[in-house]
Each structure stands twice: as C-alpha cells, then as structure tokens.
C-alpha cells in the first residue's frame, strides 16, 4: 500500500510530538488507570508524598543566681555606740523557679576580728540584720543562716530582684581598741521547692 501525502505528514507530526509530551500522556494513563481522581496537565510528573511530623522540645530547667553583691560595708562608732547602717548590702537575684526562692546570710566565723596582732574580737551576734523593704532585725549567727527575704513566685527578668539589707548593732559596740573589725558574710539564694 502506497503512503499517502497527508499519512506521511501525520507519521511525522506524531514523530515531532516532545518525548515530554509522550512521558506526560503515559503518566495521565496511568494515573487514571490507577483509579486516581487526580488529572494532570500534559507534561507534569506525578508527585508522590508522605507525611509525618516531629515534636520540638526545650526543657528549662530550674535557676538561680546573685548578682552584683555589695563586697562589703562599714559601720562606724566608738564604744557604747549602736551604729546602724540601712541598705548597707544590696544585690540582685534571679530566679525562674515556679516556687519562688529565699535568701539567707551567715557570718564565716564567731567574730569581727581586729588586724595584726590585735586580739579584741567583737561576736558577730551583736549585729543584727533586716530586709530593707520590710521585717523585723535578727541577729547574726556563725551557726545558723538568717533569712533575709522569701517570696513564692519567680523573679522578675534578669538581672532580677533587687533586694537590700540593713545592718545594725543590737547592743552598743563593746571596749575594744579602736580598730577596724571585719568577717565574711556568705550571702546564700536558694529555690523553693
């Protein structure tokens, strides 16, 4: 059988068609062929897919810190004088604790020693100490830490709550020989439970 013109040009139109095209056509057919609902234009790809999904996390934990401690302070008299000094220690204190959080503070040793070879000592329980802001004065001791403040919820933003403490004697300085008479308080914050 002798090929016509037009058959000729129809074998070659066909021959022209973009393989893409051709691809395009067989993924339709299949797709359909498939029983999916899905048409796709000539020349897009079926995408397939599968879905999942994760769970991000943080886990904060509990903390607390004091910041910016007065390093020391000074209070000043002769014997039979009851000096008193307030906001004498300040500091600040964060802490993101659901319970909130106290503060305590405890003299290092038994006494407010003098320099070099004095020997006159002055007990750190002649010194009392209260919240700035509130409370009564209770008096220091080497043994068992005083509180100084609580509160049961969190701190405000870092660096916190500024806190303030006052410092007075609770009896009038005792005879000793003029000097200056120092300890180490440890200032101690410590969550609630």
């Known amino acids: 059988m002798h090929e016509t013109i037009s058959d000729a040009h129809r074998t070659r139109e066909r021959r022209r068609l973009p393989a893409a095209a051709r691809l395009g056509a067989l993924a339709a057919g299949i797709a ?11 020349g897009q790809a079926l995408a ?18 004091i910041t910016a401690l007065t390093p020391g302070f000074t209070l000043t008299g002769v014997p039979g004088d009851t000096p008193a000094a307030i906001g004498a220690v300040t500091m600040d204190v964060f802490s ?11 003299p290092a040793a038994a006494d407010l020693v003098g320099t070099g070879a004095n020997a006159d000592v002055i007990p ?7 919240e700035t802001t509130g409370g009564a004065y209770a008096p220091l001791s080497a043994t068992v830490p005083t509180l100084v403040y609580t509160q049961a919820t969190p ?5 916190g709550d500024v ?3 006052d410092y007075e004697f609770n ?15 440890d200032y101690v914050a410590t969550t609630n439970p």
Do not use: F, K, R
């Open 32 to 42: 359909l062929a498939a029983g999916s609902v899905a048409l796709l234009p000539t």
């Open 48 to 65: 397939a897919t599968s879905p999942g999904t994760s769970i991000a996390s943080v886990d904060v934990g509990s903390a607390i810190a």
């Open 96 to 106: 993101n604790n659901a319970t909130g959080y106290n503060v305590t503070v405890q």
């Open 124 to 130: 750190v329980a002649d010194l009392s100490v209260e």
């Open 155 to 159: 701190s405000v933003a870092a660096p």
């Open 163 to 165: 806190l303030s403490n």
């Open 171 to 185: 009896t009038p300085i005792p005879d000793v020989i003029d000097d200056t008479y120092s300890v180490t308080l």
